[in-house]
């Protein structure tokens, strides 16, 4: 299974793209590395004494995340510094588009500005690399989906 995670402005144009270089530095995804969260409804509803249960008014998908969980791989930690940097300036912008790529089909969503958690763990610092959980909050719908 093939995956990939792109990063692009609002107009498409690739800002980052999460792969691991020919030289094995980069952005590397974890096994299970985008994970979405469940499709919740907002509901508003109506009741009445004289009818049981209640009436749907208004239904509709509430905004979800995406959670993608990746190293930062460098050959000295002045570069997995200049990588994080990097990927800290492309999902740290008020919106973007994310996507998703398993075995050649695209989605993309719209997304918000992305929380991050990042390892400091000595073993990573050793090694060159850093582990990063990006939370990030997308519209409920994608944007755009395909066959790349």
Same mark, same amino acid.
């Given at each position: 299974m *093939?995956?990939?995670v792109r990063i692009r402005d609002l107009t498409? #144009? =690739?800002v980052l793209d999460l792969a691991v270089a020919s030289d094995g530095t980069g952005y590397e995804l974890d096994i299970d590395g985008v994970r979405p969260s469940q499709t919740v409804w907002r509901r508003? *509803? &109506?009741t009445s004494p004289w009818v049981d249960g209640y009436s749907p008014? #208004? #239904? &509709?998908k509430d905004g979800r995340t995406l959670e993608v969980a990746l190293r930062v791989v460098g050959t000295d930690n002045g570069q997995v510094s200049t990588l994080q940097q990097a990927l800290l300036a492309a999902i740290e912008v008020p919106q973007f588009l994310l996507e998703v790529e398993v075995d050649g089909v695209s989605t993309t969503w719209r997304a918000d500005c992305a929380d991050s958690a990042w390892s400091w763990v000595s073993s990573e610092m050793v090694n060159t690399f850093r582990t990063v959980? =990006?939370?990030i909050p997308v519209q409920p719908s994608p944007s755009i989906s395909g066959v790349a």
């Open positions: *093939t995956r990939a498409g #144009v =690739l508003k *509803t &109506s008014d #208004v #239904v &509709s959980q =990006l939370t």
